[in-house]
Structure formats: C-alpha cells, structure tokens
C-alpha cells in the first residue's frame, strides 16, 4: 500500500487506534495485519511509529508502546 492516499492512511490510524484502545493485552503486529490483509508488516509499523511520534509531539495523554512482542496504549512518563 505504498503511496496510499492520506485519507486511507487516516482511516487506517482510526482503526489502529481502535483496535489498541479496545484491547486489554498488547497487540501483535501480525494480529493487527490480520484487519489490513493489504499492507506489509513493515507498513503498518510505521503507521504505528508515526501515530506515536504524533501523539508525543503534541504532548497528548496517551503514547503507544512496543512491549511483550506487541503495542499498546499507555500514559507518559511525568
């Protein structure tokens, strides 16, 4: 999905945001592939490293982390 159009890769961070969020264990990136069949491991963990880089340049509440082999949501260090 290389060169995806900026909607499509919105949509696709919505739908990161809400598997993560609904999930009580850390997401492993095949587990997430299994929803985006169309993109390469390597895809969808930029997508992933690019929501978190977003979400720490804003200084919002929550970071995504990569711990026990998956991601996750969690709040800041203070």
Not at 59 to 73: L, T
Request: no cysteine.
């Amino acid at each position: 999905m290389n060169g995806e159009n900026p909607v499509v890769q919105d949509n696709t961070k919505s739908v990161i945001e809400a598997l993560l969020f609904s999930s009580d264990k850390p997401l492993m990136l095949e587990q997430i592939r299994g929803v985006f069949e169309d993109f390469e491991p390597s895809e969808l963990r930029a997508i992933i490293e690019q929501l978190s880089a977003e979400y720490e340049k804003i200084n919002r509440g929550v970071r995504i982390i990569e711990i026990a082999g998956g991601f996750r949501w969690s709040a800041p260090r203070i």
